[in-house]
């Protein structure tokens, strides 16, 4: 179980790992303080994945980060050694495909002493992702000139190579169970989050609200790829079921 307060919620905070497939009990509730437990009118509620309304998720995401690769150096991953003849000390250009998405790139690799030691990145290409990677097979490089290189090279793509966007997390899932506070607020969700209104009718002194709604998520959702925004005083806990 995790708690939000008040304070996190108003300035936003970063929120927690939602699995794919397990329900979570939303349960939201004022401040016990009788001088707080009350907000005039309705009060606003967000869970927000965009990053491009929310620019601060573009660095705290764990989601990939999406677009062309970055000029310049790219670190290996691994050492490609043995090549002999002309190749031992040449560079070479190469077409690459990320592993699982992303075309059009060029890469330069460059062998020193019979190791290649750097790779440049001289067209950046489309739609390549995080946490892939790109791979030059052994046969390319010794038909580029690396005779007899003794592997394929491979290239780990992590997000400050790429010149991209994160991708928000997706909210698609099903909401259940409102109780009474919410099912006359506008609720309204997208495949980035969802928002709503929610009204405490009763008096400065009255009933503290204290109500919840539960969220499936179809996918996993990663922590801190979204913020939890909120308006009044109100708290939230999120409990799996």
């Keep these: 179980m995790a708690e939000y307060s008040v304070t996190q919620m108003t300035a936003g905070v970063l929120g927690e790992v939602l699995t794919g497939g397990t329900t979570y009990t939303f349960e939201i509730s004022t401040q016990e303080h009788t001088a707080q437990n009350v907000y005039f009118g309705s009060a606003t509620f967000m869970v927000?994945?965009?990053?491009?309304?929310?620019?601060?998720?573009?660095?705290?995401?764990?989601?990939?980060?999406?677009?062309?690769?970055?000029?310049?150096?790219?670190?290996?991953?691994?050492?490609?050694?043995?090549?002999?003849?002309?190749?031992?000390?040449?560079?070479?250009?190469?077409d690459v495909d990320g592993d699982q998405q992303g075309s059009g790139a060029q890469i330069e690799l460059t062998s020193t002493e019979g190791a290649i030691t750097r790779a440049n990145v001289i067209q950046g290409g489309i739609n390549f992702t995080s946490g892939d990677g790109i791979t030059i097979s052994q046969n390319d490089l010794q038909a580029a000139g690396f005779s007899n290189a003794d592997a394929s090279q491979q290239l780990?793509?992590?997000?400050?190579?790429?010149?991209?966007?994160?991708?928000?997390?997706?909210?698609?899932?099903?909401?259940?169970?409102?109780?009474?506070?919410f099912t006359n607020s506008t609720f309204i969700s997208s495949s980035c989050g969802f928002a709503f209104t929610v009204r405490?009718?009763?008096?400065?002194?009255?009933?503290?609200?204290?109500?919840?709604?539960?969220?499936?998520?179809?996918t996993t959702i990663p922590a801190s790829s979204y913020l939890i925004k909120s308006t009044g005083h109100i708290k939230l806990n999120i409990v799996p079921g």
């Design 48 to 94: 927000d994945s965009s990053t491009i309304t929310n620019t601060n998720l573009q660095g705290s995401s764990t989601n990939a980060n999406v677009g062309a690769l970055k000029g310049g150096l790219i670190p290996l991953s691994n050492v490609v050694d043995q090549i002999t003849g002309i190749g031992a000390n040449s560079t070479f250009i190469f």
């Design 156 to 181: 780990d793509l992590f997000p400050n190579h790429i010149e991209g966007n994160y991708i928000s997390s997706n909210f698609d899932g099903t909401f259940t169970k409102f109780d009474s506070d």
């Design 200 to 218: 405490q009718n009763s008096e400065i002194g009255g009933d503290v609200l204290d109500d919840a709604f539960d969220f499936t998520p179809t």
